[in-house]
């Protein structure tokens, strides 16, 4: 694919891809494969919050996302709050020299214009803003694709995700409520669309279920950015009701696999292990979403929280009880036909979610069919999605694809 000039397009990819969220790179996997499929002349790169890992595995080239290193480590020290400081004014520069690189910046999927998890507004707020700023200063299309959006309370966070999405050239979300929630924080979107998730986009896994195995994705949950008051008493009753529910189903005889999908989980793994101590609980090493859907698709069922456990399990086609952190996972269950069966995060009843998990196993074999249907619905529907995206981006591309076609 080339520009008007005869030159590559340029495409940028941008987000804290590479950082250890199993997630935002299994978005960043579903848009490249998008572009070697589409747009295989296209010169890709990416700014991100770990570059080492992207390069290594997705053989692109890479920029640190910060110029301060020790950006998401809390800076108590006078040094460190300096380097905080003058990192966030060395940013604008660098983020508008990448910037103006390139022909496309892609924002692929994530929760960027997020804060259901603890969110300070000068970390990726501030970054994204850079960037959408630097698109529309220097005539960068920037999109943001199948992006998770919510409702946020605090005002300088909230301020900079709307002027973030004002800025873009293109904008679609992974729910309505992402959509809707923009809409509430003033952005006009009127043109912008609804798609599942990128994840949809990736292969599916072939893996036969395992009779009785139980996937339990578990996560370092804290409560959201509202709830920092109250974060160890919710992480607490989080995990008691977990460790509950794991050690019942250990004594009916059932296997347990524990899931993670950030590397900040693997306390949580450990207190469960510890807690329950048991040749039946073992912990899965997963390094991509691949991973995750191959061990959900072992499962005869799975207990998720973190949003892209629910998304690996359910792409896998296993009957799935979400505990629901946010909006987005209630919406990603009603999409995929199992609604009813999210529990609260914030509020773990063990008594209940066995309850919910064993109403669960009764219906396995038509959610699974349920789940067939949805699957393929949410891959037509991303097929849309590329196509819509290459009309918005890369017109001189759409262009001459339209005049090979023509008779």
């Not at 295989?40 to 997705?58: F, Q």
């Amino acid at each position: 694919m080339t520009s008007a000039d005869g030159t590559p397009v340029r495409v940028g990819v941008f987000g804290l891809l590479g950082s250890g969220n199993l997630g935002n790179d299994g978005s960043l996997e579903a848009v490249l494969g998008y572009l070697r499929a589409e747009h295989p002349d296209a010169v890709v790169d990416a700014l991100c919050g770990g570059p080492e890992v992207v390069a290594t595995r997705y053989r692109i080239p890479a920029t640190r996302l910060h110029w301060y290193r020790g950006e998401y480590r809390t800076a108590s020290r006078a040094g460190a709050i300096a380097g905080k400081g003058l990192g966030k004014l060395v940013d604008v520069f660098r983020t508008a020299a990448w910037v103006r690189r390139h022909d496309v910046v892609i924002v692929p999927g994530m929760g960027v214009l997020e804060a259901t998890l603890p969110l300070r507004p000068w970390g990726f707020p501030y970054s994204l803003f850079l960037l959408c700023a630097s698109g529309r200063l220097l005539g960068t299309r920037v999109a943001l694709v199948s992006v998770g959006a919510a409702p946020i309370g605090n005002r300088p966070t909230r301020t900079l995700v709307r002027w973030s999405a004002r800025l873009a050239a293109y904008r679609s979300y992974r729910d309505a409520p992402s959509r809707d929630a923009m809409r509430a924080m003033g952005v006009d979107t009127a043109r912008d669309k609804v798609y599942p998730d990128l994840a949809f986009a990736l292969p599916t896994p072939s893996e036969s279920p395992k009779a009785g195995l139980v996937c339990v994705g578990v996560m370092a949950f804290h409560g959201g950015n509202d709830d920092r008051a109250r974060a160890e008493e919710i992480h607490r009753r989080y995990l008691d009701g977990t460790i509950r529910f794991v050690r019942t189903l250990v004594e009916d005889g059932r296997p347990v696999r524990l899931l993670t999908g950030d590397a900040c989980d693997a306390p949580v793994v450990a207190a469960i292990l510890d807690a329950v101590d048991s040749p039946l609980v073992t912990a899965a090493e997963t390094a991509s979403l691949a991973d995750l859907m191959k061990e959900t698709a072992a499962a005869d069922t799975v207990v998720a929280t973190r949003y892209h456990n629910l998304i690996c399990a359910l792409k896998a086609g296993t009957p799935t009880l979400a505990v629901s952190y946010a909006a987005k996972s209630d919406a990603l269950m009603h999409r995929m036909g199992l609604g009813t069966y999210c529990h609260p995060a914030r509020e773990v009843d063990a008594d209940r979610l066995l309850e919910q998990f064993r109403e669960l196993e009764k219906r396995s074999a038509e959610l699974r069919r349920t789940l067939a249907e949805r699957n393929q619905e949410a891959v037509r529907q991303l097929q849309d999605q590329f196509t819509d995206l290459t009309t918005a981006l890369f017109p001189a591309a759409d262009h001459a694809h339209a005049l090979r076609e023509a008779p």
